[in-house]
């Protein structure tokens, strides 16, 4: 078997977040490979462990399977840098910003990466208003979630006060998007590297949790189809869109591709999923790289800022 040495290895996973359910399965699933590996790795929840048991069980490295609020937004990136425990991933800051959709929007405006037009969405917004300036349909969302959850894609400008509402149950910014309408894609990084671009296709509307998690009826695509002109100038802004962010280590950024050859930029991701759904492990396989490969490469990424 091979050894590496990376010392004892805490996967963390689960959490506290609204995704604490996928990132069992992502933490699951990475340290079943760490271990057939020949990695030392053991799980940590830190919903159920104090984070002071990183020090005290001896640690070297902690790999971070966790997912939206306090695993993915600086937080868990603060109290490891703190410890000076070597993490997978983006640093404080870059999560921190990659997690607000807002302010990862306003900093892709101001260096010229296009992104969906959108307004902020108060409980007193004049929401009539906001729909006659995105136009129907329009997202709404969350502004620190992910996994989509909280997010509604309104046809009709009577829904739009109850979509804010649902919206507004997870976090107090909620953000209205235009509808952009086009080819879902997700570009994965690994490194300095966009690995090969997955475009996903769905069955009902959106590209929702239930799409995402639970349906086998979404497909995915890797490659993509595209022309590779194409798809090598949508990985080149990519790789923008996230370094902007300051992000590092490993990630994904979506976007949409319209008819026209426009594409909108949406989110970056800074810990992905890493489950039988996800796209990170689909893009690295049509790159040539195993999911036990792709587990050591990130670890091998680890670092404190």
Known sequence: MITHNFGKVAVLLGGRSAEREISLQSGQAVLDALIRSGVTAYSFDPAKQVLEDLLRQGFNRAFIALHGRFGE?????????????????????????????????????????????????????????????????????????????????????????????????????????????????????????????????ITGELYDYQAKYVSNDTQYYCPSGLPAELETEIQTQALRA???????????????????????????????????????????RTAGISFEDLVIRILDLTHVE
């Open 242 to 284: 996230y370094k902007v962010l300051g992000c590092q280590g490993w990630g994904r950024v979506d976007l949409i591709l319209t008819q026209t050859g426009q594409f909108y930029f949406l989110e970056a991701n800074t810990s992905p999923g890493m489950t039988s759904h996800s796209l990170v492990p689909m893009a690295a």
């Open 73 to 201: 937004d600086g937080t868990i990136q603060g109290v490891l840098e703190w410890m000076r425990l070597p993490y997978t991933g983006s640093g404080v800051m870059s999560s921190a910003l990659a997690m607000d959709k807002w302010r990862t929007k306003l900093l892709w405006q101001a260096v010229g990466i296009q992104s969906p037009r959108y307004v902020l969405l108060q409980a007193d917004s004049n929401f009539d208003q906001v729909s006659e300036s995105l136009g129907l349909p329009l997202i709404v969302k969350p502004v620190r979630e992910g996994s989509t959850i909280g997010l509604s894609k309104v046809n009709h400008k009577n829904d739009l006060l109850p979509a804010y509402q649902l919206a507004a149950r997870y976090d107090d910014l909620v953000l209205a998007e235009e509808f952009i309408v086009g080819k879902e894609l997700t570009v994965a990084i690994l490194g300095e590297t966009p690995l090969p671009i997955v475009r996903i296709e």
